[in-house]
């Protein structure tokens, strides 16, 4: 990429950091984009595919009218199929199709009708999350092919998309209408930490407070108040390029009694000092027993039911607690008679159930 060309994509990665809402981002990146990628026109599909499929278009700048009638078209558009075999892939239109074979798609056709008219596409499936992904587009309103060049820029660009979606996607769940630090500050489901570049804190909420406290001790603090492991993390960002922090940006711990981590965002700001925003959250290794259980059970029971909602064997919790196979299955067949279920998946859907009833 020559100099030009990377100081377009500086420009394209300001304008998508500069916000938090997924919108204002895509209209923010879509001028210094579409020159780095040489279209004209972008589209955003964000999609879940689970628990049932559903899409939602993001069009910044003019309007593409053909994507109000998508849901009528979707099953005629013929790279869905391949961008989704081929994940973070770009796929052209001149791959999958001759000329005439492309005029006579109704995509094609119907864009032809509704104007812009769509001479080429070039596509890409982004991976956000588990049961969530985007489709971004590129569409040239001229008879020039996409070339290998572009996909290439576009597969390079690709990362900084999929942080940017996630980034605004978690904050636009957490502010729920309300202003970000307020909503975070309330919730008592989240923890977070927001630093000024300098490591001075600006921010840090109660429950923040709590789990720190309970995954440090006060050896592992730095001076300024942070946790060592986590300044150097941060120090380690703030010294990168974009392109440097990708995948960087989460630190992960696995402790006995669940995954720790810790995400760190760049918060965007007009003015003044770049702020960090560190999300921190525990995730536990398996089901809790629930006390409705507990009170029927022995303490050796206890820590055989716990250890089964972690999935483990009989084999493998006959290891760690030092007794034999048959002992162990002895005291799993007592404990399906005194919860009343009859299977290990029926002791995981009954903890499920009582620890977040229905």
């Given amino acids: ?10 420009r394209a990665l300001l304008a998508l950091n500069s916000t938090l809402l997924l919108p204002q981002a895509l209209e923010a990146v879509r001028a210094p984009f579409l020159e780095l990628v040489q279209a004209d026109a972008m589209a955003l599909c964000l999609m879940h595919v689970a628990p049932k499929a559903d899409f939602r278009w993001f069009v910044p700048g003019h309007p593409l009218r053909i994507l109000d009638e998508y849901a009528s078209l979707i099953d005629h558009d013929f790279l869905r199929a391949p961008i989704f075999a081929r994940p973070n892939v770009p796929v052209r239109d001149t791959q999958l199709l001759t000329r005439g074979e492309y005029e006579r798609t109704l995509i094609y056709q119907r864009s032809r009708e509704l104007d812009p008219c769509l001479e080429h596409i070039m596509a890409m499936l982004l991976p ?37 979606v996630r980034n605004c996607g978690d904050f636009q769940t957490l502010m729920t209408g309300a202003s970000l630090l307020d909503e975070l500050y309330r919730r008592t489901d989240s923890a977070f930490l927001i630093v000024e570049s300098s490591f001075e804190e600006a921010l840090r909420s109660d429950s923040a407070v709590a789990l720190l406290d309970k995954w440090f001790a006060r050896s592992d603090l730095h ?29 992960v711990f696995n402790h006995d009694d669940g995954n720790r981590t810790c995400r760190f965002v760049e918060l965007p700001t007009a ?11 525990e995730t536990p290794h398996s089901i809790p027993l629930p006390a409705e259980m507990k009170s029927k059970l022995t303490p050796q029971q206890v820590t055989i039911a716990t250890y089964m909602l972690r999935n483990w064997t009989n084999e493998q919790i006959a290891s760690e607690i030092g007794r034999t196979h048959l002992t162990v299955k002895t005291h799993v067949r007592n404990i399906f008679d005194r919860l009343g279920i009859d299977s290990r998946a029926d002791l995981i859907y009954q903890a499920a159930r009582l620890n977040k009833p229905v």
Avoid: C
């Fill in 271 to 281: 003015d003044g000092p770049r702020r960090w925003a560190l999300l921190l959250n």
């Fill in 128 to 164: 956000i999350r588990p049961g969530l992904v985007a489709a971004l587009a590129l569409y040239r309103n001229r008879q020039r092919a996409f070339t290998t060049h572009n996909s290439a820029v576009l597969s390079n660009f690709a990362p900084h998309l999929v942080n940017a």
């Fill in 223 to 251: 001076s300024s108040g942070l946790p060592i492991v986590l300044k150097e993390r941060l120090d380690a960002l703030i010294r990168m390029d974009a392109d440097a922090r990708l995948g960087k940006s989460q630190w």
């Fill in 1 to 10: 990429m020559n100099r030009t060309a990377d100081g377009i994509k500086d």
